[in-house]
C-alpha cells in the first residue's frame, strides 16, 4: 500500500466528513477506510483508489474525497438507526376469573413460577460506551502524518492542496538591530505579548484585530501566537539582535495557502514590520513539529543586502536540505550571522538580485517604507528556498555550485 496516498486520503476525507455533519477518525487499512466515531465503527471499500490517487487532478481527489465521506455518514447514521432499543418488560394482564376452581389454582402455579423466573433473570445489560473521541494526542500525530506528506508532495513538485494543510502554520519573523548596548534578556523573561513588541494594533487576545486586515480578522478558528524569533543558540549568536516571530495556525495558516489571500497575507506582513520596527523580516510556513522552513512567500529589508540576508537566514538556513555552510557563516566578518551576511551583500544590488531570485520565480518590489522586498508566489511553495541556495552561493556561504 502506497503510505503517502493512504494518509492524503484520510486527510481528504477527515475534512469532507465535517461537511455532512459526521465526527470521528478515519483510517485507511489496504483498500478500505475505517470511520472510527459514535458506535461500532463503519468500514467501506475503496477499490483502486490509494492506488489511483497519485495520478488524480486536485479536482476529482476533492470529489472523490466528498464521497467517500457521504458514504461513511450515511453508513454510520444506518448503523446507528438499526442498534436494537433495550427490551421492555410489558405489563402482565391479570388472569382471568376462571369457574373451575382447579384451573384457577393451576394459573396461580404457573403465574407464581413465572414471577420467581423473572425476578431470577440478570438485568437489562447497559448499552455499550460510545467509540474514544480522539485525544489531543492522536490528533496532533494525524496532523503530522498529514503536513508530513503534503512537503513530500510538495518538494516532489506538487502543489499544496486544500485538504492537505493540516498540522501547517505560517510564521512571520521579525528581527531588528539592539539599541546601543541594550543587553539580550535572561533566560525565563515572561511571556512576549503583542503589545511589548510593537504589534498590539495588529494582534489582540490571540486574533487578528479588524485594523490589521478585516477579512483575515473574520476568520473564527484561526490563532495567532507571538514567540521569541530566535532560541537560544541563535540568540548567542547575534547578540546585537533582537527577533520575534508571530506565529499563524487554524484558519491563518490555511488562508497563508490560499492564493485569493496570499497578497494580504503578504501586505499585513509589510505593515507588522513596520509596526515592529524591523530590519528585517520573512514570510514562511512549516510544519508545527518540524524546525524545516518551508513556503516562502515574503523577504524584507532595508536594501538589497539586507533582503539577501533575510532570505538566506530565514529559508535557507533553516532548510531541510542544507543550503548554507554553517562554517562559512561563521567564518564572515561580523558580530554574528546577521552582521555577516549583510556585510557580505554589500556589493548586491537590486537587479543583480533579482536576476539570482527571479530565475526561480521571485520578484523583487519596494515596500510601502521603502523597503526591498523580496516575494514569491503561492503556486511554488519550494522556490524560496532554491531561490536561498543560490543567493547564499552568491554570498559565498552556500553549499555545492551554481
Known amino acids: 500500500m502506497d503510505e503517502l496516498s493512504a494518509r492524503e486520503i484520510e486527510a481528504a476525507v477527515q475534512e469532507a466528513l465535517g461537511l455532512f455533519g459526521t465526527s470521528g477518525s478515519v483510517r485507511v487499512e ?12 463503519v468500514v467501506i471499500d475503496l477499490e483502486q483508489l490509494v492506488e489511483q490517487w497519485p495520478l488524480l487532478p486536485q479536482d476529482l481527489r476533492t470529489r472523490k474525497a466528498s464521497d467517500i465521506a457521504r458514504r461513511l455518514a450515511q453508513a454510520q447514521r ?6 436494537p432499543p433495550p427490551p421492555q418488560v410489558s405489563p402482565r394482564r391479570p388472569p382471568r376469573l376462571l369457574a373451575i376452581p382447579i384451573g384457577a ?8 413460577l413465572l414471577a420467581l423466573r423473572l425476578l ?14 480522539e485525544t489531543d494526542g492522536e490528533a496532533a500525530a494525524r496532523n503530522a502524518r498529514t503536513c508530513e506528506a503534503a512537503r ?25 538591530p539592539r539599541a546601543g548596548d541594550a543587553a539580550p534578556a535572561p533566560a525565563g523573561r515572561p511571556a512576549l505579548t503583542a503589545e511589548a513588541v510593537g504589534l498590539g494594533a495588529f494582534v489582540a487576545q490571540g486574533k487578528l484585530t479588524p485594523e490589521a486586515d478585516a477579512e483575515l480578522a473574520a476568520m473564527t478558528d484561526g490563532l495567532v501566537e507571538i514567540v521569541a524569533g530566535f532560541d537560544e543558540q541563535e540568540a548567542a549568536r547575534s547578540p546585537g539582535w533582537r527577533a520575534v516571530t ?3 495556525s487554524g484558519g491563518y495558516a490555511r488562508a497563508y495557502f490560499d492564493p485569493a489571500q496570499r497578497a494580504r497575507f503578504v501586505a499585513l506582513a509589510d505593515r507588522m514590520a513596520d509596526g515592529a520596527g524591523a530590519a528585517l523580516g520573512a514570510l514562511y510556513a512549516r510544519c508545527a513539529h518540524l524546525p524545516y522552513h518551508d513556503a516562502g512567500a515574503w523577504f524584507r529589508g532595508a536594501d538589497p543586502a539586507a533582503a539577501a540576508a533575510a532570505l538566506v537566514y530565514a529559508s535557507g538556513l533553516f532548510a531541510e536540505s542544507p ?17 555577516g551576511l549583510r556585510a557580505a551583500g554589500a556589493s548586491l544590488d537590486a537587479a ?4 539570482l531570485v527571479g530565475a526561480h520565480g521571485g520578484g523583487i518590489t519596494k515596500g510601502a517604507s521603502g523597503a526591498m522586498l523580496v516575494t514569491f508566489p503561492v503556486g511554488g511553495p519550494t522556490r524560496a528556498t532554491s531561490a536561498s541556495r543560490v543567493v547564499a552561493r552568491r554570498l559565498e556561504v552556500g553549499v555545492g555550485q551554481d
Open 323 to 339: 543550503a548554507v555552510d554553517r562554517g562559512a557563516l561563521l567564518a564572515l566578518r561580523g558580530a554574528g550571522p546577521l552582521d
Open 152 to 176: 513530500k508532495r510538495i518538494y516532489a513538485g506538487a502543489s499544496v492542496g486544500p485538504f492537505e494543510l493540516a498540522g501547517w502554520v505560517a510564521e512571520l519573523w521579525l528581527a531588528s
Open 78 to 83: 444506518t448503523v446507528s438507526s438499526m442498534a
Open 105 to 112: 389454582a393451576v394459573l396461580a402455579l404457573v403465574g407464581a
Open 30 to 41: 489496504g483498500r478500505q477506510i475505517a470511520l472510527h466515531g459514535r458506535g461500532a465503527p
Open 246 to 248: 508571530a506565529r499563524f
Open 352 to 355: 543583480s538580485l533579482g536576476k
Open 120 to 133: 431470577r433473570s440478570p438485568e437489562t445489560p447497559a448499552a455499550p460506551p460510545p467509540a474514544a473521541e
